[in-house]
């Protein structure tokens, strides 16, 4: 009788979730000499995976330093938005996008959004909406950039209801609800400020 229940306990798939599968690398000399065998992934629907070893970030947006900007301002970046498979797109310089070769090296740190799963669709015509747009637009820094790129496709998206997205609003969800990739990225991201932040100390020491 308990043998009876075990099968049919085995033979219930999981609900609502969907399966990836992905290969294995070899770690040590020992996983060299074994076949290589696919690891499967189950997760909820609605809940991206992302692949930092590959720059997939479904439904986020990404941030990247700008060189010596950055140093001065840490709040300061480059942004790019990624479509529900995570390639990123980012307006990179007048008349150009950026698609999966983001402009100034791979994130350091990302939102993910919240789209609904049915949205998919919509997402990536968005996406797409917003690079036609800014293949033709020229770049300017303080009026014309890359967060104004993004703002342009979360208002095509509508999303969360909203069609009044700026560049402030991207720059302002890269400070309060962004992620970094990893504690390298931080070390990576603020160095250049504290190396200028110490310069200085030791100047106005030494001037003294």
């Given at each position: 009788?308990?043998?009876?229940?075990?099968?049919?306990?085995?033979?219930?798939?999981?609900?609502?979730?969907?399966?990836?599968?992905?290969s294995?690398?070899?770690?040590?000399e020992?996983?060299?000499?074994?076949p290589?065998?696919?690891?499967?992934?189950?997760?909820?629907?609605?809940?991206?995976?992302?692949?930092?070893?590959?720059?997939?970030?479904?439904?986020?947006?990404?941030?990247?330093?700008?060189?010596?900007?950055?140093?001065?301002?840490?709040?300061?970046?480059?942004?790019?938005?990624?479509?529900?498979?995570?390639?990123?797109?980012?307006?990179?310089g007048?008349?150009?996008?950026?698609?999966?070769?983001?402009?100034?090296?791979?994130?350091?740190?990302?939102?993910?959004?919240?789209?609904?799963e049915?949205?998919?669709?919509?997402?990536?015509?968005?996406?797409?909406?917003?690079?036609?747009r800014?293949?033709?637009?020229?770049?300017?820094?303080?009026?014309?950039?890359?967060?104004?790129?993004?703002?342009?496709?979360?208002?095509?998206?509508?999303?969360?209801?909203?069609?009044?997205?700026?560049?402030?609003?991207?720059?302002?969800?890269?400070?309060?609800?962004?992620?970094?990739?990893?504690?390298?990225?931080?070390?990576?991201?603020?160095?250049?400020f504290?190396v200028?932040?110490?310069?200085?100390?030791?100047?106005?020491?030494?001037?003294?």
């Amino acid at each position: 009788m308990s043998d009876t229940s075990n099968t049919e306990e085995k033979s219930k798939s999981p609900t609502n979730t969907s399966t990836i599968t992905y290969s294995t690398v070899a770690k040590s000399e020992s996983d060299i000499s074994s076949p290589k065998e696919p690891i499967t992934l189950q997760m909820k629907i609605g809940s991206p995976l992302l692949d930092i070893s590959r720059n997939r970030y479904p439904y986020c947006i990404v941030w990247t330093p700008l060189p010596l900007i950055t140093a001065i301002f840490p709040c300061i970046g480059h942004t790019g938005i990624c479509t529900s498979d995570g390639v990123i797109h980012d307006f990179a310089g007048s008349y150009y996008i950026g698609i999966d070769n983001m402009a100034f090296g791979n994130p350091h740190k990302y939102v993910m959004l919240n789209p609904d799963e049915r949205e998919k669709a919509r997402w990536d015509k968005a996406v797409e909406q917003g690079d036609e747009r800014y293949n033709t637009e020229e770049h300017n820094l303080f009026t014309n950039n890359c967060h104004s790129h993004c703002a342009y496709v979360l208002n095509k998206m509508k999303y969360k209801g909203r069609t009044n997205y700026t560049m402030i609003s991207i720059w302002w969800m890269m400070c309060t609800k962004s992620k970094y990739v990893s504690w390298v990225h931080i070390l990576k991201t603020y160095i250049g400020f504290f190396v200028i932040v110490m310069i200085i100390v030791l100047i106005s020491i030494f001037m003294k």
